[in-house]
């Protein structure tokens, strides 16, 4: 990351972008994406080009959808490939 935390106590002048790189892939992170969204549920739905993935938050009735992310069946394997190798790691 390239942004520099600021000393406590000093105010946040406002919108900030996150620099993330991951072996060969590099990616600017907006502010507004950066902080990221609670989810505690997911619903997976397929278009004809496409799977659609609905990340809940199930505190209240009706359930909300937080994010929505649109994916092309290529991405989805490498998705579901990270994720696997991830989460070997976490347990």
């Not at 000393?7 to 991951?22: K, M, N, T, V, Y």
């Amino acid at each position: 990351m390239t942004d520099q935390p600021h000393p406590e106590g000093a105010p946040d002048d406002g919108p900030h972008s996150q620099e993330i790189r991951h072996s060969q892939i590099g990616a600017l992170v907006p502010a507004h994406v950066a902080k990221g969204v609670f989810t505690t549920g997911a619903v997976v739905l397929q278009g004809q080009h496409e799977f659609i993935v609905d990340f809940l938050l199930r505190m209240q009735q009706p359930q909300q959808v937080v994010a929505r992310v649109i994916m092309p069946p290529v991405v989805v394997g490498q998705f579901i490939g990270a994720l696997q190798e991830n989460l070997q790691r976490y347990e």
